[in-house]
């Protein structure tokens, strides 16, 4: 179970860094973007949220099997298929939790409206450097909202992480799956602590994301 666990914090812990950076030019620009391909993006990223965890894992599976269009380039070089390892459960969770880190960081952007990058435009500071100056530090809550949301959300992952990773021990053996096998083996006690446990942290994490939504409502600096 210990095995278990370490995985999961490390992948949740990936997870949400690799997120955070990669939604951020994201959601910056379905947020300031106009016309049609903001909604077919924006679909897109919420697919997660609507789409079987199962049908989003059977798909990656395919992706990641060895002879795939995907994977054969990088097979050709010799590198290994990500089917059934953790770098393969890395880019399942990534894609699975995407819209848990571009939704809080696109409405964050989005409330900011163009005045202050208008101002700092005025003030002769290039887009970058208000990007940084400006729009990160406005937006800082809503990347904690974000973090814990896509922390806890990876923690809680069964049906991708079980198609695509296939529940090795040591290795792709995550929290979510584990539980599942102790029920399955009707080692109910540990199944239990297993999911007290879950239940504990997930009221811990939705508690720090309504914290930092009220404080931010009301203008807590």
């Known amino acids: 179970m210990t095995e278990a666990i370490w995985t999961t914090l490390k992948l949740a812990t990936l997870t949400t860094v690799l997120l955070l950076a990669l939604a951020t030019p994201l959601a910056w620009r379905l947020a ?13 990223v919420a697919l997660p949220l609507v789409l079987p965890p199962t049908v989003l894992g059977f798909y990656l599976l395919l992706a990641f099997a060895p002879g795939s269009p995907l994977m054969a380039p990088f097979a050709a070089l010799g590198a290994p298929s990500l089917a059934f390892t953790f770098e393969g459960l890395v880019v399942g969770s990534v894609i699975y939790s995407l819209p848990f880190a571009v939704q809080p960081l696109r409405n964050a952007f989005e409330a900011m409206g163009d005045a202050p990058m208008e101002a700092a435009a005025m003030s002769r500071a290039g887009p970058l450097d208000a990007f940084f100056t400006i ?25 991708v ?61």
């Open 135 to 159: 729009a990160l530090p406005m937006a800082r809550r809503s990347y904690l909202s974000a973090a814990v949301l896509v922390f806890a959300h990876t923690v809680g992952e069964f049906g």
């Open 161 to 221: 992480v079980l198609m695509i990773g296939g529940a090795i021990p040591g290795k792709t053996d995550v929290v979510s799956v584990k539980m599942y096998e102790l029920v399955e083996s009707s080692r109910t006690a540990e199944a239990h602590m297993l999911a007290a446990g879950l239940v504990l942290f997930s009221f811990a994490a939705l508690l720090c994301v309504y914290v930092f939504d009220r404080r931010a409502a009301k203008g807590f600096r």
């Open 32 to 44: 300031r973007g106009k016309g049609l391909w903001r909604d077919v993006v924006g679909a897109l």
